[in-house]
């Protein structure tokens, strides 16, 4: 690890590429957020493939955050440490949630300046169905909504021999049409990709969330003083028969999109309620 | 604190109360949870009004979990403890998030044996517009509705001084009529009450979750050692004038009952998406 602590703020620099585009083409700022942590490979796929279409500032969490959620950190205080790779300065690794590396980015390092875009992963393992709810990385694209930024979260549909190639080829894709046409008020994208060399990927679906279901259990097992503790163990159970589904249409081979809104409200129930004895 | 290691199931009693209504009228079985942890006063209202109208099991987190969404323990075990309450049996603390305690209810505590409802809180504090989901308290009835188990999350609009005597009452009331009427597929509801006396709330607003916002600023401070730490500050800043919104319901005197869904598919816009140049 090579960690300094660092406070400076982020300034704005023009490239040396960008120079060459006279007359000043502005490039677009591009955040790049995970929750694997900023030491994980589709970390640094997504922010090399970003790098070539934009000016990159990356804020990670310092340690592995699967499963987060869009939990914050309340209770203690947050670090924002100066992160390299290959000798070289990489970006700010925050000692908490994907969400945490959002607000510190938007707040303390970028001071509320926003990028044109935000994108979070490479994840690895497919975020389809009700993980949407508990991946971090898409935490992190719905935190980057909420401030106003179009946010793409991203997500490779495997946990061993990952191959980020296509993935980061189709992401600069995808982002490109996103700083073109924009996204809709609270609307954000959530993309899984099949971890498949390009010619065998057949095709892009734009995809719901699906209703496909971890079916789970606790493993219970004694610790070394005969005590029980419990360990989590699910399957994801395909409950979709249409590639308009996430799960089902990663599982044939299509990369999949889907739009996702943060406004929970089931507004269609609402007059229903209104019915109920629910009077004071 | 009063915790003990405990693995046994929890096995339907028939109670003295229930012996009474002869011939044998069930009692709903509900699940009791929160994120302000076990020794929470709001669970303990909560709790007790639950008894009046069911057969309650709470599983509640050892710790405070504010603001832990919708976040689950994947890297390290969980432990059940059984915890008492003025020298009786309570309900389980689990040292994980409140999605860890629906989880740990539903798979190894009752054994996949639906409960007829899952209610949580009553929480320290509104959860409206997008704290909704930051919310461990809506996380956790959020996770309950995964299981197919009708849900109700319960929050009091305040930090402190809190009086949870209508919020509990309120409750109870609402808890009937969801076990009366059921709720539609992957829908659940959320209602935050006016910390108030009863003769103070104006009445009960059916809602959506409102657009206000937090303003966020990151707290720069020094450590003693002259290292500078970070910590999160934030006023929540009204930004919807109907009392059809949360938010401006709450403020104004009213309950809000808000339903919300898990499918976070934004349907509107996928035909639009399907225009994009979005090929592989």
């Given at each position: 690890m090579n960690i300094s602590i660092n406070t400076t703020l982020v300034k704005r620099k023009t490239t040396a590429s960008s120079k060459k585009t006279a007359p000043e083409k502005k490039r677009p700022k591009i955040l790049v957020c995970n929750d694997?942590?900023?030491?994980a490979e589709g970390l640094d796929a997504l922010a090399k493939a970003m790098k070539k279409i934009g000016e990159v500032t990356v804020v990670a969490p310092l340690t592995h955050q699967s499963g987060m959620g869009h939990a914050m950190t309340l209770g203690k205080p947050l670090r924002i440490n100066k992160w390299h790779k290959y000798k070289k300065f990489f970006g700010y690794a925050v000692n908490g949630t994907p969400v945490d590396c959002v607000k510190t980015a938007m707040t303390?390092?970028?001071?509320?300046?926003?990028?044109d875009l935000m994108v979070s992963g490479i994840n690895y393992g497919s975020n389809t169905a009700i993980n949407v709810l508990y991946s971090g990385t898409i935490g992190a694209a719905i935190e980057a909504s909420f401030f106003g930024v179009p946010s793409i979260a991203f997500s490779l549909?495997?946990?061993?021999?990952?191959?980020f190639t296509y993935a980061a080829k189709f992401a600069q894709k995808l982002a490109r049409e996103v700083l073109k046409h924009g996204l809709p008020a609270e609307t954000l994208l959530t993309v899984n990709i099949p971890n498949l060399p390009e010619k065998e990927i057949k095709g892009v679906m734009i995809t719901s969330q699906g209703k496909s279901k971890w079916e789970e259990e606790m493993v219970e097992r004694n610790d070394t003083y005969g005590q029980p503790y419990y360990w989590l163990r699910g399957v994801m159970t395909l409950y979709d028969g249409s590639l308009e589904a996430d799960e089902y249409a990663i599982r044939h081979g299509y990369v999949s999109i889907t739009p996702i809104s943060?406004?929970?409200?089931?507004y269609r129930f609402m007059e229903t309620l209104r019915q109920w004895n629910v009077k004071k």
């Open positions: 694997d942590g900023i030491d303390q390092i970028l001071k509320h300046q926003k990028p549909t495997t946990y061993e021999n990952a191959d943060y406004d929970l409200t089931n």
